[in-house]
């Protein structure tokens, strides 16, 4: 059986309500020890870690590529205008040239 001491000394960082929860769900579902608990919460935490490096990695993909057809699409001057004028209302301008440019090249399909 888990006490909510034993979890508490397991993870310092953790406040006693939450401490308590966690003693009771591991309770219900047959932890015995704290070990048990130490190695579920390593894998979930793997897991966890598995999924976020998916994501940026996805993250970083749509950002490439959307930069990729943005660079297809502007001229040189309008790309280095849009990054690079002093005014924002020069570079807001140039943004929204190409995006619409975008736009008509993807066919409508962006909101």
């Not at 308590?20 to 935490?45: C, H, S, W, Y």
């Not at 502007?74 to 020069?90: D, G, I, S, V």
Request: include cysteine.
């Amino acid at each position: 059986m888990t006490t909510e001491q034993e979890v508490r000394t397991a993870f310092p960082n953790i406040d006693p309500s939450t401490a308590a929860k966690i003693a009771e769900v591991a309770n219900e579902n047959g932890i015995e020890n704290i070990g048990q608990l130490t190695a579920a919460v390593d894998r979930a935490v793997k897991a966890l870690h598995y999924v976020c490096d998916i994501i940026r990695e996805v993250g970083e993909t749509i950002s490439y590529t959307y930069n990729a057809i943005l660079r297809a699409v502007a001229t040189p001057r309008e790309w280095h205008l849009m990054h690079h004028a002093k005014r924002r209302r020069t570079r807001k301008k140039y943004e929204n040239r190409i995006a619409r440019r975008t736009k008509a090249l993807i066919g409508g399909r962006c909101t």
